[in-house]
């Protein structure tokens, strides 16, 4: 269930333009269904909802599931897809890559879910110094390092950085390999089982970690009454989340494989922008977006995971979202 595996791409790896993919033809419109590249994040799982409820039909989009946002990004790349869900710095390196991709929807941000997990002892943020800490290579877990130094008082060479993938965060903390990791759900409720405390969460920088649908934009041009309606029946299973929390608890763990506590933990850590809020993300004079993608980009750069600052004016497309939900 990582979501979070970047994918390092060149300038001129991807093509870009009006190039027909499977389920759109060119640039003509169309009634064909959209296929959407999805995985199985929490907060991406009201599509599945939807879908299940039948708010979405298959006439109208199609959910193609991936193993990972990795996966999604090079459907995405190949016009195997015409959107995926992604988070916020995967799309800026993809627009670096040359994809014409727009933000259609905001699903979630990340408010607890990414989290900074360390051995009793150390107590403070301060006491990291010296540490071992594990992180990924990867754009998300680099904003959070950024925001733990600037929180903690310390510098780079204070830390001993260990790079871990996802699936080894656990592992290498129950192994004594890591005094510290900085991790995200499902792996932390394991941390905390094993005795790991929070020192550090996403919580307290929110807009920081996000995810979004990004759409082709040819597809927007084509498809825009299939896109509309997949974003109405998102809204109408977040509808049926609050209205109806336990049947649609049911949906949604049969299929991330959770249990109701795991899936309790899961929906805290973030935070699901419901239509009004979605608004204001994407449209206005300051779309609030753009100024988190200004954000993300600079520590994407300071990072080496961008070489330079995409082009960020015709990111957010608002024209999608309904005018009720």
């Avoid at 090079?74 to 993809?94: F, G, I, M, Q, S």
């Avoid at 336990?246 to 991330?256: F, M, P, S, T």
Wanted: with cysteine; net charge negative.
């Amino acid at each position: 269930m990582n979501r979070r595996n970047l994918l390092l791409g060149g300038a001129g790896a991807w093509t870009t333009g009006c190039l027909p993919w499977v389920g759109l033809s060119g640039c003509a419109a169309s009634d064909a269904p959209i296929r959407v590249a999805i995985n199985d994040w929490i907060g991406y799982a009201l599509l599945f909802l939807a879908r299940e409820q039948g708010h979405i039909a298959e006439s109208t989009a199609r959910l193609i599931e991936f193993p990972s946002n990795t996966a999604s990004m090079l459907a995405l790349a190949n016009r195997e897809v015409a959107a995926a869900a992604l988070t916020l710095d995967e799309l800026l390196l993809a627009r670096e890559g040359g994809l014409d991709v727009r933000v259609a929807l905001v699903f979630d941000e990340s408010h607890g879910a990414d989290v900074v997990l360390a051995v009793p002892s150390v107590q403070r943020l301060a006491d990291l110094r010296g540490k071992r800490l594990g992180v990924e290579s990867s754009a998300v877990g680099a904003l959070m390092l950024s925001r733990l130094l600037q929180a903690a008082g310390l510098r780079m060479p204070d830390l001993v950085k260990v790079p871990l993938t996802a699936d080894q965060h656990v592992s290498a903390y129950e192994a004594g390999e890591v005094d510290a990791v900085i991790t995200f759900e499902p792996m932390a409720s394991q941390l905390r089982a094993a005795g790991a405390r929070a020192l550090l969460d996403s919580s307290h920088f929110p807009g920081l970690i996000v995810d979004v649908l990004a759409v082709h934009a040819d597809a927007a041009a084509s498809s825009g009454a299939q896109i509309r309606a997949l974003i109405q029946g998102y809204f109408r299973a977040m509808q049926h989340l609050r209205t109806q929390p336990a049947e649609a608890a049911k949906v949604l763990g049969a299929q991330l494989s959770l249990g109701p506590d795991e899936l309790a933990q899961a929906l805290r850590g973030i935070r699901l922008p419901d239509l009004a809020e979605n608004r204001r993300w994407l449209g206005g004079a300051t779309p609030h977006l753009l100024e988190a993608s200004q954000a993300v980009s600079a520590v994407m750069r300071a990072s080496s995971l961008l070489r330079q600052a995409p082009a960020l004016a015709d990111l957010c497309d608002p024209t999608f979202l309904p005018e009720r939900a």
